[in-house]
């Protein structure tokens, strides 16, 4: 995982040594290749972002960037596959402190899209895939690593609606309202002061199931201090935030305000 604040270089000097050669080395082919160098089957832009260690030595030395490999990802995964993949998992929130290029957050996407796909049924798969983009947060100092850990995000979920024959083309309700809570539930900022880049404080929202009401979701904004800062549910601040109407998860890209 990416540190999301400045650290001290000096840790991190001997390592940027001895991946200097490697980081400032021309990207990767695309290919993946086996002891033998055949070529196989392209890597997938998520795939390449996956698999990727260091960016450079610069942002070795200054930020400690270094990412986690994708079967290391895995594996750690793996220790929490029952919150990812059983009972009430569509709506287990994760949150990723540190989320650089998006590793982890993909990750936890990947298996709730599949656990999905296996305990609903597939009328069911575009709602409780929305609700599963809305369980995962992420915070992320750097500009190109929030941009990518977006992307890759909505990527992943297009891609396994695009499997199945659901429409997902940018004007549809599904892409729309996928776009818009990654947007929200993807932060730039720095998890060690609390602030987006903005200098202001961090900001994420519950997007809570209505019991009575079946695909529907309400909004409930918090900081992120209240969060970091509570020992219980009651303890977040939401008395500051505004508050919105309740709407169904598809249409949350259109939720308005209460008192709108």
């Not at 055949?38 to 942002?59: C, F, N």
């Not at 695909?215 to 008395?239: I, K, V, W």
Request: proline letters at 5%; charged letters at 25%.
């Amino acid at each position: 995982m990416v540190s999301s604040g400045v650290m001290s270089a000096a840790p991190y000097d001997r390592f940027a040594d001895l991946l200097d050669t490697s980081a400032d080395a021309p990207a990767a082919t695309g290919f993946r290749c086996s002891s033998s160098a055949a070529r196989r089957a392209p890597l997938t832009v998520t795939e390449t972002i996956e698999e990727q260690v260091v960016k450079s030595r610069h942002r070795v030395r200054t930020y400690g960037e270094v990412f986690t490999p994708r079967h290391m990802v895995n594996r750690m995964l793996d220790l929490v596959r029952e919150d990812l993949e059983t009972g009430d998992f569509v709506d287990k929130t994760f949150l990723e402190p540190a989320a650089g290029h998006g590793n982890f957050l993909v990750a936890i996407l990947r298996r709730k899209l599949h656990a999905i796909e296996k305990e609903y049924p597939p009328a069911l798969w575009p709602q409780e895939s929305l609700f599963a983009v809305a369980s995962i947060y992420g915070i992320e100092l750097l500009e190109d690593n929030h941009r990518d850990a977006k992307a890759i995000m909505l990527a992943e979920f297009l891609s396994f609606h695009q499997a199945h024959g659901i429409p997902c083309g940018p004007r549809t309700n599904l892409h729309q309202a996928a776009a818009f809570l990654i947007d929200a539930n993807v932060v730039r900022g720095d998890t060690l002061t609390g602030l987006d880049w903005h200098g202001e404080e961090i900001q994420f929202s519950w997007w809570n199931r209505i019991p009575e009401a079946p695909g529907m979701a309400q909004r409930e904004p918090f900081t992120f201090a209240s969060l970091r800062h509570s020992t219980t549910d009651f303890a977040m601040n939401f008395a500051a935030s505004d508050s919105y109407q309740a709407c169904r998860i598809e249409k949350v890209h259109e939720q308005e305000k209460a008192d709108d």
